[in-house]
């Protein structure tokens, strides 16, 4: 089975991250097309120093590309798409069947995207204040969404979202709890739109 994982994309030129940011991993870059998943842990594993291992049930595959993202934010998106669970204790790394939650200190979203009213997909973004995560599915939706202030309850957040090549771009859409982003993209073949659901961290 394929999987399409959040990830961080960061900005061109050196980005703007928040000093809170949870991510302290060593940012890391590159390319995996339809590997086993033990085969990305023992990249992990060689990248961070930490020794890994697996349960036997963790098993699958997945592509994903990375470009100068922690490699700490990586691991979390994959864990989390994969519906697998990281324990992390000094210098181990334990990677269960069981999910383990959304770690402290991460802001999680949802997102629907609709073409004509119904839903085509709800991929889940996991990111942090100030560092911007990205979704794509081929030949269906690409998404980057950037948080840039949390306070009070709310979230603002640049975004590009693109469904099927139509593309919407914004800054400083608010999003609660309460009340979801809702970003409209006209199209000849129909009326496309996507909702940011804040799930958790504001």
């Not at 590009?160 to 073949?189: C, M, Q, R, Y």
């Amino acid at each position: 089975m394929l999987f399409f994982v959040v990830l961080p994309l960061l900005a061109q030129t050196t980005p703007v991250q928040s000093t809170s940011s949870p991510y302290k991993g060593e940012q890391v870059s590159f390319e995996l097309t339809n590997v086993d998943i033990k085969d990305f842990f023992e990249l992990i594993g060689s990248i961070s120093g930490l020794d890994v291992t697996l349960e036997k049930e963790v098993r699958g595959s997945l592509s994903l590309f990375v470009k100068d993202a922690p490699w700490d934010q990586t691991l979390d998106s994959v864990a989390n798409n994969q519906q697998i669970g990281i324990q992390r204790q000094g210098n181990s790394l334990r990677v269960t069947s069981k999910p383990q939650g959304i770690p402290q200190g991460r802001i999680v979203f949802d997102m629907d995207l609709l073409q004509d009213g119904l839903l085509l997909a709800r991929p889940r973004l996991i990111t942090a204040e100030g560092i911007p995560a990205i979704v794509v599915r081929e030949n269906l939706y690409r998404l980057k969404v950037t948080p840039t202030k949390v306070a009070g309850g709310k979230v603002e957040v640049d975004y590009e979202v693109n469904i099927k090549g139509k593309t919407a771009t914004g800054k400083s859409l608010v999003v609660t709890k309460e009340a979801a982003g809702t970003i409209a993209l006209d199209a000849p073949d129909g009326a496309y739109a996507a909702r940011i659901i804040l799930l958790s961290g504001a």
